[in-house]
């Protein structure tokens, strides 16, 4: 059974720093794209950032590009979102999610939240002003 357990999330201040962790198992992830998506009441799952299972490849959304790094631990199985800079619109519920990457088109397909198989439960993240 796949599991993604996100921990890590919080109330902080503007201009503080959280790091948020996915712990996962259940399968070989080795294929698969790990990406972190955010939602606030009313709307939908927004794309934060993404980055390939060996580390190497990453991306960004534009709101927190130079802000947010995320990163890979393959011995621990686990995947990373070190947030700086946090700002009160990066208030929302986080979520870890991994997407295989077979049978998958057009470039930066992992933006998009219906293309991720397994969900983790979400960690709210509150930025104070």
């Known amino acids: 059974q796949v599991q993604l357990v996100e921990s890590g999330g919080g109330l902080v201040q503007a201009g503080g720093s959280l790091r948020l962790s996915c712990a996962a198992s259940?399968?070989?992830?080795?294929?698969?794209?790990m990406g972190w998506f955010r939602q606030t009441p009313g709307k939908g799952r927004e794309f934060v950032a993404a980055?390939?299972?060996?580390?190497?490849?990453?991306d960004y959304a534009d709101s927190v590009n130079g802000r947010f790094t995320i990163s890979t631990d393959l011995a621990k199985n686990s995947v990373y979102l070190q947030m700086n800079g946090l700002k009160p619109e990066d208030t929302a519920v986080y979520y870890c999610?991994?997407?295989?990457?077979?049978?998958?088109?057009?470039?930066?397909?992992?933006?998009?939240?219906?293309?991720?198989?397994?969900w983790g439960q979400g960690t709210q993240v509150t930025v104070s002003s």
């Open positions: 999610a991994a997407g295989a990457t077979w049978g998958k088109f057009g470039s930066r397909w992992y933006i998009r939240p219906s293309e991720y198989e397994y």
């Open positions: 259940g399968r070989t992830f080795t294929s698969y794209i």
């Open positions: 980055v390939s299972w060996s580390g190497i490849t990453t």
